[in-house]
T-cell receptor, first 109, second 115 residues
Framework: GQQVMQIPQYQHVQEGEDFTTYCNSS?????IQWYKQRPGGHPVFLIQ?????EVKKQKRLTFQFGEAKKNSSLHITATQTTDVGTYFC?????????FGKGTLLTVNP | GAGVSQSPRYKVTKRGQDVALRCDPI?????LYWYRQALGQGPEFLTY????????KSGLPNDRFSAERPEGSISTLTIQRTEQRDSAMYRC?????????????FGPGTRLTVL
């Protein structure tokens, strides 16, 4: 199956700072999905990207899919304490999702 | 409506015992998935059902693991002769269809601890 590398593994920021996590693959991806998992919670779907160069925004979150469809990023502007959690990228292939290892974001108030 | 539910939420068992984990998907969802998530890792695919048919069990670690969904709704993941390495969070997800672009909705998981 398709593999994705996610960096960084951890990110600690001060509230109000920006945050970015990256997802990279050596092969062309058909789609990329992003999930957020709060501490003690379960993965919750955020967004899906399918088109080359696609950019989608959800309030302070900006999601991008690379032109070559081999990488993706999630950027959070002006982090808040409610943004704390692990952000996973995942590739949907046929029916299964292959997840990256996630980026754990902690925010210092 | 109600989301995906799983039971029990926590299971502690002794090595060698069998356990059965239950998943109740969102009503009407055709596809059901089982994942295993180790601490600090992303969910790892175990098996997938389309209605009652098990379409893919390639992620099941070995033959001690099995799953069923006899009526195309509730599913049970069974682990026989549990071992300590089986300790993990077991997550169920469902989707309206089996398309790779369809959103998967995850349940709260069952935390399995094998002593």
């Amino acid at each position: 199956g398709q593999q994705v590398m996610q960096i960084p593994q951890y990110q600690h920021v001060q509230e109000g700072e920006d945050f970015t996590t990256y997802c990279n693959s050596s092969t062309t991806l058909s789609n990329i999905q992003w999930y957020k998992q709060r501490p003690g919670g379960h993965p919750v779907f955020l967004i899906q990207l399918v088109k080359s160069g696609e950019v989608k925004k959800q309030k302070r979150l900006t999601f991008q899919f690379g032109e070559a469809k081999k990488n993706s990023s999630l950027h959070i502007t002006a982090t808040q304490t409610t943004d704390v959690g692990t952000y996973f990228c995942a590739v949907g292939s046929n029916y299964k999702l292959t997840f990256g290892k996630g980026t754990l974001l902690t925010v210092n108030p | 409506g109600a989301g995906v539910s799983q039971s029990p939420r926590y299971k502690v068992t002794k090595r060698g015992q069998d356990v059965a984990l239950r998943c109740d998907p969102i009503s009407g969802h055709v596809s059901l998935y089982w994942y295993r998530q180790a601490l600090g890792q992303g969910p790892e695919f175990l098996t997938y059902f389309n209605y009652e048919a098990q379409q893919d069990k390639s992620g099941l670690p070995n033959d001690r693991f099995s799953a069923e969904r006899p009526e195309g709704s509730i599913s049970t993941l069974t682990i026989q002769r549990t071992e300590q390495r089986d300790s993990a969070m077991y997550r169920c997800a469902s989707s309206r269809t089996g398309s790779s672009t369809d959103t998967q909705y995850f349940g709260p998981g069952t935390r399995l601890t094998v002593l």
